[in-house]
């Protein structure tokens, strides 16, 4: 069986506790496509200091709060992606302006209207860049022990900062997974 073969749109790629890279060390990946030639995500848990409403002036108003723009990851970071959670009842199919990634979660389309989106969704994120992976790159990184596959629930990509994601997604998981939340960030201090 394929390390990846757990990936698919609607899971999330938590960073294990022995994944140093600055633009991955504790960091939570909601996965927005996965395929053959590759994988697709944004990093949930890492807010900017920019404002939705400095760069799409729009949508300001619709982000939920805090109304900034976060860092999907590090390729093509003046690329904004959005993904919103629809309202119970809405079905992606029938929403004009999104693609949906899996449930209640959809992509959106920053050229829409947001006045005609508002009102089916429960709440949007703006992500500047994001996360991507070439073919087997994923699995390479998954059978090393980078990332932990666990399944997303519609929430995660909504979640406010000031709440340690990464922590509350390996708790969820059950034991083992869930003593890894106890990793302290800097060993060092321990």
């Known amino acids: 069986m394929r ?6 749109p609607g899971t999330l790629l ?22 053959g030639e590759g994988t697709l995500g944004v990093v949930l848990n890492r807010p900017s ?9 729009i949508w300001g108003p619709f982000a939920s709060r805090p109304r900034a723009v976060f860092v999907g990851g ?5 690329t904004a992606l959005c993904l919103a959670a629809l309202r119970t009842g809405q079905d992606a ?19 829409s209207d947001p006045e005609e989106l508002a009102p089916k969704v429960r709440g949007l994120r703006v992500f500047a860049g994001y996360s991507g ?5 994923l699995a390479d990184e998954i059978e090393r022990g ?3 596959v666990v399944p997303a629930l519609p929430d995660d990509v909504l979640t406010p900062p000031g709440i340690d994601l990464w922590g509350r997604v390996l708790r969820r998981q059950g034991l083992p997974l ?9 060993v060092t201090r321990n």
């Open 3 to 8: 390390p990846d073969a757990d990936v698919e």
């Open 14 to 35: 938590v960073a294990a506790p022995g994944l140093l890279d600055p633009n991955f060390r504790r960091t939570v990946v909601y996965v927005i496509d996965h395929r």
């Open 49 to 57: 200091e920019v404002s939705v409403h400095d760069v799409l002036p």
């Open 74 to 78: 590090p390729v093509e970071q003046k």
């Open 93 to 111: 199919a029938d929403v004009s302006g999104v693609i949906g990634v899996r449930g209640p979660v959809a992509l959106v389309d920053l050229d």
């Open 133 to 137: 992976w070439g073919a087997d790159q």
């Open 146 to 148: 980078d990332w932990i």
């Open 178 to 186: 869930a003593l890894l939340a106890t990793h302290p960030i800097d």
